[in-house]
């Protein structure tokens, strides 16, 4: 059975930091690229950040650029996102999401789909 596993949101102060983790089960993430995705309530998914599986490119939605970092090891069967200077806006349930071999931040595309975390940034 193909699972994801979101973990590591909360809640933190703007400027502050988090790292959320992706766990697989049931599959190796060698060949897949793992996208991040996030949902803000009354607005739809977009794409924040991706990495490929065969060269470990990565790519980020504008809005994060220079602020998150997407990272995998495949030892672990598992991919995280760095993720500093938050700001209110980043608040959202966040979600990895399991796709074909390139980095592509469609979520169409992508196939297997974790339950999300929560990140909500605020003071």
């Known amino acids: 059975q193909l699972q994801l596993v979101e973990s590591g949101g909360g809640l933190v102060q703007p400027g502050g930091s988090l790292r959320l983790s992706c766990a697989a089960s049931?599959?190796?993430?060698?060949?897949?690229?793992i996208g991040w995705f996030r949902q803000a309530p009354g607005k739809e998914r977009e794409g924040v950040s991706c990495?490929?599986?065969?060269?470990?490119?990565?790519g980020y939605a504008d809005s994060v650029k220079g602020r998150f970092t997407i990272s995998r090891d495949n030892a672990k069967n598992t991919v995280y996102l760095q993720m500093i200077s938050l700001k209110p806006e980043d608040t959202a349930v966040y979600y990895c999401?399991?796709?074909?071999?390139?980095?592509?931040?469609?979520?169409?595309?992508?196939?297997?789909w974790g339950q999300g975390t929560q990140v909500t940034v605020s003071s």
């Open positions: 999401a399991a796709g074909p071999p390139l980095c592509v931040l469609y979520p169409e595309i992508f196939g297997s």
């Open positions: 049931g599959f190796t993430l060698d060949y897949y690229a």
């Open positions: 990495i490929s599986s065969s060269d470990g490119s990565t």
